[in-house]
């Protein structure tokens, strides 16, 4: 069943917009860039994102919001947890991110 992973960004009153550019490209870019350590194929069924526009005022100071669709919980546990093009994603995140939300759910599961 599928799993689609939310992940919003704050980012820091510094970063510059060549900064925020730079993270919203490479986190677009996991799509492409996450192998499967078994299949040798990419997994990450579909990636979108963009800056946010909610006109409800409830943002929280998240700017940017991305959603990825898995096919699997197992392919979402290994872009979590073990994939190194998402492992060295995060960890650059530090110098230009505030803050980090995430959720994920499995559409039509209540």
Known sequence: M????????AFKALATEAEVQ????????????CVHPDTKKTYIKSAVG????????????????????F?????RAYYINKDPAHQEFVKSLASVVDKVQAVDFTPGVF
């Open 2 to 9: 599928a799993i689609i992973h939310v992940v919003m960004f």
């Open 22 to 33: 730079d993270v919203c490209d490479r986190m677009l870019a996991l799509k492409n860039n």
């Open 50 to 69: 963009g800056r946010e526009n909610s006109k409800e005022g409830l943002q929280n100071g998240i700017t940017y919001v991305f959603v990825s669709e």
């Open 71 to 75: 096919e699997n919980e197992e392919d």
